[in-house]
């Protein structure tokens, strides 16, 4: 026995010396040849994707005429882990979602329900206290960086930039007027201070404590008072007729979220804003960006009071499956797979287009929705009603998916070095059993089809590897997506 032993633990040994020598020499020998294949499936997808995108060019008619509300605030970017030690906030052993924040502790539940998993999050935080403390910490941190916030402005400041003339609504300081494009025109009132937010970014792999990131996302806090009560409605809709916008975008409704309003005040605000997009004319589109939304009343309000009155809707792979809990009469969802498969995510958005335009055709009122953009991390997809007013649904598809890199890599340029496929050379369209299965060609990277009277288009992303920033990426993709649907 001791001999056999002898002997097979020799050819353990012996045994794994070999398969070392031989994952070395496939490391040495086949490596580089995967990776050279790797790349030039990169370029090729990356080419593709910005010919897919030049396909629609827009430039050369008249600007397109985007109003966009409501509001925003100047963010305050910083390392959500190095934040969280600068405060001396130490991990909790108690991962916890909260509606709103209260107290440091509470703090520190939340970051650690989100940040492991790497799901996008933004809370009100209720204790004033703490947020001016958590405030005066990040500017003292080294490398935060400050820019304009809010859903609004950012999708403004993309819609600009891609070549359309914007009426903004929101109550901004005049500092933030200054720096905005001069494309954009803003209505509301002048208020002294900005409201501030404050977005914790952490990249992959980012570690505090035990906890450990599984995908480069952030962390969003403020203790916002004015942007709750959409304060530029009025001044927004009185100039909404002869602006003549042929696309009004409604975002940043999260700001009512857990928000201590008086009894009906919340509800009042929400029939005004129904009010207002009903009254848009027939020629222009209506598109609400959603966000992460926990409030129960607050999505019955949303889904009562503003969905049936929007064509389009955009949001993130969190904010599908929220809104979709939601319409299916069970309670929201607060956490959901940040990483989904196309299959998964396809289905949820059938489903939610198949629910709303129920809820449409039996009210017989507002308008069907013919239009849904969900971004994810490792892809864009879009379906578009047949006949519909959106053109163009391919190339916004990898405009969309290109925007992405753009923004959280902060370049213009796409570097193939700084970017990775996460979608697999294939995918299947539905998880029903027996579904089709579509390749990724390199060449033609955005796959559209038709099903029954709506068409579908998904974009593989060139996922950044080299993080700049995710807060505002959705804002940035979805506009950026709009744009050349209009
Ligand atoms: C608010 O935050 C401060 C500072 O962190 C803390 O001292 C205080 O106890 C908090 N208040 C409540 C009601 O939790
Ligand atoms: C996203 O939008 C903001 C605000 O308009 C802008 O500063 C930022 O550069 C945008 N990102 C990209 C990729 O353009």
């Known amino acids: ?74 963010d305050i970017i910083v390392d959500g882990v190095a934040l969280l030690n600068k405060i001396g906030l130490q991990p909790t052993a108690l991962p916890l979602h909260h509606d709103y924040i209260q107290n440091a502790e509470q703090l520190a539940q939340s970051f650690a329900y989100f940040f492991p998993p790497g799901a996008a999050s933004e809370r009100f935080v209720m204790n004033k206290t703490l947020f001016s403390e958590l405030v005066e910490a990040s500017r003292e941190l080294p490398d935060n960086r400050w820019a304009i916030g809010g859903n609004a402005p950012v999708m403004a400041g993309r819609m600009a930039e891609e070549g359309c003339d914007v009426l903004l609504g929101g109550n ?10 001069q494309h954009i025109t803003v209505v509301g009132k002048t208020v002294e201070e900005p409201d501030i937010h404050l977005i914790l970014e952490y990249p992959v792999g980012a570690t505090w404590g035990q906890y450990t990131s599984r995908r480069a996302n952030r962390y969003i806090v403020h203790s916002d008072d004015h942007n709750p009560y959409l304060a530029s409605m009025e001044e927004f809709e009185s100039k909404l007729q002869d602006f003549k916008p042929d696309l009004l975008v409604v975002g940043g409704l999260q700001m009512m979220d857990s928000f201590p309003f008086q009894q009906g005040e919340r509800e009042a605000l929400l029939r005004r804003l129904g009010a207002l997009l009903s009254s848009a004319a027939p020629e222009t589109g209506v598109h609400f960006e959603m966000a992460s939304f926990v409030d129960p009343d607050l999505l019955a309000d949303l889904q009562e009071l503003v969905l049936p009155r929007a064509d389009s809707l955009g949001m993130n792979e969190q904010e599908l499956p929220n809104l979709l809990s939601l319409l299916r009469g069970s309670a929201p969802t607060v956490l959901s797979d940040p990483n989904p498969r196309v299959a998964t995510v396809l289905d949820q958005m059938r489903e939610l287009y198949r629910l709303v335009n129920e809820r449409h055709l039996q009210s017989g009122e507002g308008r069907r929705l013919t239009r849904l953009h969900v971004h994810t991390l490792a892809f864009q997809a879009l379906a578009v009603a047949h ?4 053109k163009n649904t391919m190339s916004a598809t990898a405009k969309a998916s290109l925007t992405a890199n753009r923004h959280v890599c902060g370049s213009a340029d796409i570097d193939p070095d700084k970017a990775k496929l996460l979608m697999d050379e294939s995918f299947s369209v ?4 027996g579904s089709q299965r579509i390749h990724l060609r390199d060449e033609r990277p955005v796959s559209c089809w038709d099903e029954e009277d709506y068409q579908i288009c998904v974009a593989p992303v060139l996922v950044c590897t080299d993080v700049h920033q995710t807060a505002g990426g959705g804002d940035n993709i979805s506009a950026a997506g709009l744009v050349l649907q209009i």
């Open 1 to 74: 026995m001791a001999v056999e032993g002898g002997r097979m633990s020799s050819h353990l040994k012996y045994g794994t010396v070999v398969s070392l020598v031989v994952v070395l020499f496939a490391y040495w020998y086949r490596s580089p040849v995967q990776d050279a294949r790797l790349d030039e499936r990169l370029d090729n997808v990356l080419s593709s994707l910005l010919r897919a995108e030049r396909k629609a060019d827009v430039s050369g008619f008249t600007r397109p005429r985007v109003a966009i509300g409501f509001g925003g605030c100047v």
């Open 172 to 181: 901004f300081s005049p500092d933030f007027t200054d720096v905005l494009s």
């Open 387 to 390: 006949g519909s007013r959106w």
């Open 430 to 433: 539905s998880r029903r059993e």
